[in-house]
């Protein structure tokens, strides 16, 4: 296996860890697309609640505009060069509750798009002699573009709620070459550590 990359956490604020690699391999239950290590980070409240529970949560769609992470500052993690970075795709509904499941259903179709359709927006930064890349950005966000040089903390665009993504959330994964479908995929500690699933992060800085 590669070595592992450290990485600064991409983001200030308070943070729900979920589909960490600390609690199973592969994190996301497929190696698919170099996935097998792949993180995810969901922004919350002091409460640990991702937004606001009402009546409409279990039944039916939310806008990603009410979750108070769509838009939070995702910043460079590490230094490096852009090498992809795509904000074309749109936002879609957050999906809570009953709803989760009727979305699951459609999984099939996203992964028909191949990579992309399941990435979303993306950044991907060469860094350490691996790729770093961050997913699930909202559209239209993006600061950076292909050659760009970024520096730990520099934003690189905003959390959305693109590709297959149930609510707002980052999605942080670590590759060793391109094309994504025959990379191999890196392992990543953050802050010299790897969070586990639950674990709420309260990163210096302004955010959630």
């Known amino acids: 296996m590669n070595p592992a990359i450290?990485?600064?956490?991409?983001?200030?604020?308070?943070?729900?860890?979920?589909?960490?690699?600390?609690?199973?391999?592969?994190?996301?239950?497929?190696?698919?697309?170099?996935?097998?290590?792949?993180?995810?980070?969901?922004?919350v409240y002091e409460h640990g609640r991702t937004a606001p529970v009402a009546i409409g949560t279990w039944l039916g769609m939310e806008d990603s505009a009410c979750f108070p992470g769509f838009g939070t500052p995702i910043l460079a993690p590490c230094v490096g060069t852009v090498i992809a970075a795509d904000d074309s795709m749109p936002d879609h509904k957050a999906h809570r509750g009953l709803a989760s499941v009727?979305?699951?259903?459609?999984?099939?179709?996203?992964?028909?798009?191949?990579?992309?359709?399941?990435?979303?927006?993306?950044?991907?930064i060469?860094?350490?002699?691996?790729?770093?890349?961050?997913?699930?950005?909202?559209q239209g966000s993006i600061t950076v573009e292909f050659g760009d040089a970024v520096a730990p903390g520099q934003v690189l665009g905003r959390c959305?709620?693109?590709?297959?993504?149930?609510?707002?959330?980052?999605h942080v994964q670590?590759?060793?070459r391109l094309p994504v479908q025959s990379a191999k995929a890196v392992p990543l500690l953050f802050a010299?550590?790897?969070?586990?699933?639950?674990?709420?992060?309260?990163?210096p800085g302004t955010g959630v």
Not at 160 to 170: K, L, Y
Not at 192 to 203: A, M, T, V
């Open 126 to 138: 060469q860094a350490n002699g691996a790729i770093i890349v961050l997913c699930h950005l909202q």
């Open 6 to 43: 450290v990485l600064q956490y991409p983001f200030t604020g308070r943070w729900l860890v979920q589909n960490s690699p600390a609690n199973r391999v592969p994190s996301h239950g497929t190696n698919l697309f170099a996935s097998s290590l792949a993180i995810d980070f969901v922004p």
């Open 160 to 170: 959305g709620n693109s590709g297959n993504s149930t609510e707002p959330h980052v």
């Open 174 to 176: 670590g590759i060793d």
């Open 102 to 124: 009727s979305y699951a259903l459609t999984q099939r179709q996203r992964l028909a798009q191949g990579w992309q359709g399941l990435a979303g927006n993306h950044v991907m």
């Open 192 to 203: 010299g550590k790897l969070p586990r699933n639950g674990q709420i992060l309260q990163i």
